[in-house]
Nanobody, 114 residues
Framework: VQLQASGGGLVQAGGSLRLSCAAS????????MGWYRQAPGKQRELVAT???????NYAGSVKGRFTISRDNAKNTVYLQMNSLKPEDTAVYYC?????????WGQGTEVTVSS
């Protein structure tokens, strides 16, 4: 199983980015998919998750600004990030929980300048 994340980059505060994570090697339509992030010197934290049925969960710091979605036909999870802030700067990792396994992508870096 491989998770390939893309879409990171450098953006000014207030801007937008869309992250994508394509999974290969299996199908994950029944599994929870999500995004986490890790800022320099900090622990990895949850950003958002989406269930197989489309139920979503967001960290309080991104609620109302970020939107997670998935395309089961493409085995892909997305993270639309709007109104970005410098504190959103981090490496973003996609994750799939397919019990008993826990898969992680390689990370894509997001830098928000003030």
């Amino acid at each position: 199983v491989q998770l390939q994340a893309s879409g990171g980059g450098l953006v000014q505060a207030g801007g937008s980015l869309r992250l994508s994570c394509a999974a290969s090697g299996s199908t994950f339509s029944s599994d929870v998919m999500g995004w986490y992030r890790q800022a320099p010197g900090k622990q990895r934290e949850l950003v958002a998750t989406i269930s197989s049925g489309g139920s979503t969960n967001y960290a309080g710091s991104v609620k109302g600004r970020f939107t997670i979605s998935r395309d089961n036909a493409k085995n892909t999870v997305y993270l639309q990030m709007n109104s970005l802030k410098p504190e959103d700067t981090a490496v973003y990792y996609c994750n799939i929980v397919s019990s008993p396994y826990d898969y992680w992508g390689q990370g894509t870096e997001v830098t928000v300048s003030s």
